[in-house]
């Protein structure tokens, strides 16, 4: 198919903007699937997804991690992450 136009022609038969909003959808999901393997998000019987625990160790040592990356250099976001560990 990359050989032949048909590749080029299905890609400019798609408006931009769908394509757009094709891979903010897409990164999204990805998002949505890191924040739930998490735990900072749940699935919920009442209103289909809840916060999840902050308690948890795991996820609270994380949210520390990437507050701390927020506002640090390179050098001292890979040695907190060497510390953590």
């Known amino acids: ?10 890609l400019d038969s798609i ?3 769908l394509r ?3 891979g903010a959808g897409v990164g999204l999901f990805i998002g949505f699937i ?6 900072i998000i749940i699935s ?7 916060l999840g625990d902050f308690q948890i160790p795991d996820l609270v040592s ?3 991690i990437f507050a701390y990356s927020q506002n640090s250099q390179k050098e001292k976001f890979l040695g907190l ?3 953590e560990f």
Do not use: E
Not at 34 to 39: A, D, R, S, V
Not at 44 to 50: I, K, N, Q, R, W
């Open 34 to 39: 890191g924040l739930k393997n998490g735990g």
């Open 20 to 22: 757009i909003a094709m």
């Open 62 to 64: 994380w949210l520390r």
């Open 44 to 50: 919920d019987g009442a209103t289909f997804l809840s």
């Open 81 to 83: 992450l060497l510390l």
């Open 1 to 10: 198919m990359s050989i032949t136009p048909l590749r080029k022609w299905m």
């Open 15 to 17: 408006p931009l903007n």
